[in-house]
């Protein structure tokens, strides 16, 4: 098996069947051995009775199918899980990746020997307000954040080495940050290819500006994650420890000060009439509910099993 396409979809019948001749055209004029397959993530369409009367005539072709939708993120785990091929491809089905660019991003896996080669959709056809500042912003707060020099995160046309899909793992929403968990993973050589962006030819958008404030929330987790996610006590042990110093030598600075006053025969208070008593006291609390936190991480981690995290109706 040379390549594996997995292409995860939600309601795309329109563009299946085109999408499917047109990568057959690219395997067969670069005689390419394939698979395709679809993960059809809870469609409401007619889109996986258009999936098996393609397997039914073109045995390269395989699915699965969700009971309803989880997510993209869900759909590529479900299909890195099963690809067997050397190169994986990943695209979107809604035909604004193009199968031509297959045989470029394979060379750079196959010749120039990258781990992973994520497209860049340098011209967009999209919409410049709802769209392409918000990603800009967007990729740009995730090369700050991740060190990961990619023009274009969320591009879903990608290609993969077989090992560096069989070692990441894709949760939650953070398809978008596949490359960021791969260089996490230790795959650090990452490259970056210019592909053509279709416009849209059926239906419209999944995806609203939701995405990008969903986007920004995954990129504070993947961050915390990627520095402390293996040992959240650093993280939390530190602040709380911190903390709970802070308002332990606040508080015995007030009694001190307080025995100083009553030697010296100054008018003094009672400990418990004080405010910053209260604010001291109220930091140990924090320190310790956070140095706690952290501990309970710990154990979390060291005993934590796999969770199921989709179910699958059907599979050809």
């Not at 098996?52 to 939708?69: D, M, Q, T, W, Y």
């Not at 274009?152 to 968990?181: Q, T, W």
Request: proline share 3%.
């Amino acid at each position: 098996m040379n390549l594996s396409i997995v292409i995860p979809l939600l309601n795309e019948q329109e563009s299946l069947p085109e999408l499917h001749q047109w990568i057959v055209n690219v395997m067969t004029t670069h005689k390419y051995t394939y698979e395709i397959l679809f993960i059809d993530d809870g469609s409401k369409d007619d889109s996986w009775n258009i999936i098996e009367n393609l397997s039914a005539e073109n045995p390269n072709v395989k699915g699965i199918r969700f009971l309803r939708n989880y997510g993209k993120s869900q759909a590529l785990h479900a299909g890195f899980a099963r690809a067997k091929g050397d190169v994986i491809i990943t695209m979107d089905a809604d035909l604004q990746d193009s199968p031509e660019e297959i045989p470029g991003l394979c060379e750079m896996i196959l010749n120039q020997e990258f781990d992973l080669v994520s497209g860049w959709k340098k011209k967009r056809y999209d919409s410049v307000v709802s769209k392409n500042l918000p990603s800009k912003l967007f990729n740009w707060a995730a090369r700050k954040t991740s060190d990961v020099q990619l023009n274009d995160f969320n591009c879903g046309l990608k290609a993969y080495k077989n090992i560096v899909v069989k070692n990441i793992e894709v949760s939650g929403e953070m398809h978008r940050y596949i490359p960021v968990l791969a260089k996490n993973a230790g795959f650090g050589k990452i490259g970056e290819k210019v592909v053509q962006h279709q416009a849209r030819k059926y239906g419209e958008s999944k995806f609203g500006m939701s995405r990008f404030i969903n986007g920004f929330l995954d990129l504070i987790t993947i961050w915390f994650l990627s520095k402390y996610g293996k040992r959240p006590m650093h993280f939390f042990g530190a602040f709380g420890v911190l903390m709970f110093l802070i308002g332990f030598i606040s508080t015995g600075l007030i009694i001190i000060l307080k025995l100083i006053k009553l030697y010296s025969g100054y008018p003094t208070i009672l400990v418990t009439n004080n405010p910053l008593f209260y604010i001291a006291l109220t930091t140990m609390i924090i320190g310790t509910q956070l140095f706690l936190a952290g501990f309970l991480g710990e154990i979390i981690l060291r005993t934590k099993s796999n969770e199921e995290r989709y179910k699958i109706s059907k599979e050809l």
